[in-house]
């Protein structure tokens, strides 16, 4: 028992309709009263100065707030990006406010209110309905002599086979097949070659009548096509729709879900000193200007997913924050893909596979935490079992 003249405090970070019904909170006012305890803080950029000093005096009228930069007031500068902070009760009074502004402010509004609201519509690839209520599992497949993680045990066809069947067996939600390697310093392979290790396994596929969705990573255009006619169902391209200038335009035609991955430079190059200003607004940026170009180019939205690329022109530490600050390219409205599976940033690049898993797992249990979309794994009865614990 603690004493009437002690104060007893607990952080209280989710749950929120829970303990407030636990304190005995009147439960028809419950889902609204959600709103005043649950808080965000929202990067804007490139606002004009009449847009920040409006949205700035709007926030501070609701008792929420706005960060401006410090010569906003001073006029020294053209625009400044800002930090919007308050409940969502607030935020949605500023964007009720922010509707009757001038400055195209109504727009912001829009934006705002999709931020706090918004949720993925379900995703139906090869009959598979994708609902976004759990992570799924993308279990990888290499047809190469030379991955990092097992390059060679999958390059036979009846290797390949074999594992492709242990894979469905062990519960993926989609299997990705591979026969371009694109680790640090390896070289492109050619369209002839790739298509000339897939194009079996799909046939396969087909002849078996397999429904588990299948992606091809490619970054090719060529491969794209004539592996989508083959009956693969998505494509993943790391270089983010930059290698092949024709990519974009195949895929929409296609009309397929694509996979857009960021990367700073090529597996030539990428991990030659990869530096960034600010990493995840670069990213970020990157990622919204390379979706904004697929839309433009015919790829329709609802067929965009998207990958920080772990791994691709990004150091160590870089990766790390990376996991950490994941949830950021949710504003993208986006699902995102996240692929750490025995890949360097584990720091025991000399062990086996074995070992390399379990650390792959423990990385994911925190990256499942943060409600990821799709995690791309190479142990996929591993991941089954973590997700039944969670």
Known sequence: MHSMNDFILKNVNSN???????????????????????????????????????????????GADCALHRETITSKIEKTDCILGGS????????????????????????????????????????TVFD????????????????????????????AVKHLFEMIEDGADIIELGAESTKPSSSPVSAELQLEKLLPVLKLIKEKEIKIPISVDTRSAEVAQKCVEA???????????????????????????IIIQHSKGTPENMQINPTYTNLMDEIFIKLKNTTDFAIKNGIKP?????????????????????????????ALNFPVMLGVSRKNLLGITDQSNEAKDIFTLALNSTIIDKKINFIRVHNVKLHKHLLKLK
């Open 16 to 62: 929120l309709e829970n303990e407030l019904e636990q304190i005995g909170f009147d439960k028809s006012y419950l889902h609204k009263a959600v709103d005043k305890f649950r808080y965000k803080n929202i990067k804007i950029f490139d606002l004009t100065l009449p847009q920040a000093t409006v949205l700035k005096q709007t926030a501070i009228s609701v």
């Open 231 to 257: 009956g693969a169902d998505i494509i993943n391209d790391v270089s983010g729709l930059e290698y092949d200038e024709l990519m974009a335009e195949t895929v929409a035609r296609l009309n397929i879900p």
């Open 132 to 159: 976004f209520t759990r992570p799924y599992i993308v279990g990888v497949l290499n047809l190469t002599q030379n991955s990092f993680s097992d390059g060679g045990d999958f390059f036979e066809f009846d290797n």
């Open 302 to 330: 609802e067929n965009i997913i998207i990958d920080a690329g772990i791994g691709f022109g990004k150091t160590k530490e870089q990766n790390f924050e990376i996991i950490s600050r994941v949830e950021e390219l949710f």
């Open 88 to 127: 969502f009760s607030q935020l949605k009074k500023i964007s009720q406010k922010l509707r009757k502004q001038p400055f195209k402010l109504s727009k912001l509004a829009d934006l705002i209110d999709k931020n706090l609201d918004f949720k993925f519509n379900p995703l139906t690839i090869n009959a």
